[in-house]
């Protein structure tokens, strides 16, 4: 466990543990201990996690601390961060020391702040234009997350343990290639905004999405008179757009000329006339069908 190669210090790990744990305790107690590569780390986290033994438990307790002592976080959040170091070349922990706050107005704004931590917990999250391939299935364990933001990356989708953020209101996955996401994300009954514009791999509006639109989203619009079966169709739109379409009196006219996100009602609420335009980007890729619901 003490050679120049994290990849071989890894694999003698993997062996002490599986072959000869009590002769190489000592050993893996000084790689918990000093040991600084993620790769390492993670390997011991792997081997320790699901392991009903007494000693295997006493050195998973100090990786879990050496872990929290690292990144700044609770253990379960901190193994997100791991997972992140080993997928994206240039994050490390001094990397987060640079760009995390306590500010979650910094983070949200993405004035190059990366997250927000308070008392142990990641609260706001902003990978915009990480280069992500995907997010790590260990996202699901930032247990007070309240704001995502994911904005400008190649992910197709989020991992089905995202639906695990109970205390998300935010969730941004504009300019990314999404081309579905996981029907967990129903169970997300606190989230407020979700930002799905100019995805232009969405070819099909993922059941996840209708759902919220007809659970959440459509309510602001009935507090504003239009009629409950036509509600949830501004709400799928504002999800789509990426910004809440603003009522207009029948008399009034379009005030914006370079953006728009307006609809119009009838005296009984029915839906007679939806204007979105932007004159320097494309933030609806996709038509819904349920458009045709309106009468």
């Known amino acids: 466990v003490s050679d120049e190669n994290p990849i071989v210090r890894a694999s003698a ?7 000869f ?27 320790f996690k699901g392991v009903n033994d007494h000693s295997i438990n006493k050195l998973k307790k100090a990786l879990e601390k050496r872990l929290s002592s690292i990144y700044g976080v609770i253990p379960d959040e901190a193994l997100f961060f791991l997972d992140l170091e080993l997928s994206v070349s240039f994050f490390n922990i001094n990397y987060l020391r640079i760009y995390s706050s306590n500010s979650v107005n910094g983070v949200i704004k ?8 308070k008392k142990g917990h990641i609260v706001a999250l902003n990978l915009s234009n990480w280069g992500l391939n995907k997010l ?10 309240r704001h995502l933001i994911l904005k400008n990356n190649n992910i197709n989708t989020v991992p089905e343990s995202t639906g695990l953020l109970r205390h998300l209101r935010t969730l941004d996955l504009s300019d990314c290639k999404i081309n579905s996401l996981p029907d ?8 407020k905004t979700v930002f799905l514009c100019r995805n232009y791999n969405l070819e099909d509006i993922p059941r996840s999405i209708l759902l919220m639109a007809k659970k ?18 501004l709400g799928l739109l504002e999800i789509l757009t990426g910004s809440k379409l603003k009522k207009l009196k029948m008399d009034q006219f379009i005030k914006y000329r370079d953006k728009a996100c307006h609809y119009k009602t009838n005296d009984r609420g029915n839906v007679i006339g939806i ?14 069908e349920q458009i045709s619901t309106l009468t």
């Open 13 to 19: 790990a993997k062996l002490i543990v599986k072959n």
């Open 216 to 233: 959440d989203f459509f309510r602001k619009y009935i507090w504003e008179g239009v009629h409950l079966n036509e509600a949830f169709v």
């Open 21 to 47: 744990l009590e002769e190489g305790y000592s050993l893996l107690k000084w790689a918990i201990n000093y040991d600084d590569s993620a790769v390492v780390l993670k390997t011991l986290y792997d081997l």
């Open 136 to 145: 790590p299935e260990s996202i699901g364990s930032l247990s007070k997350l």
């Open 184 to 191: 967990s994300l129903i169970n997300l009954h606190m989230l």
């Open 110 to 117: 993405g004035n190059y702040m990366m997250c927000a931590i």
């Open 275 to 288: 204007y979105i335009f932007h004159s320097q980007l494309s933030n609806l890729t996709i038509i819904p």
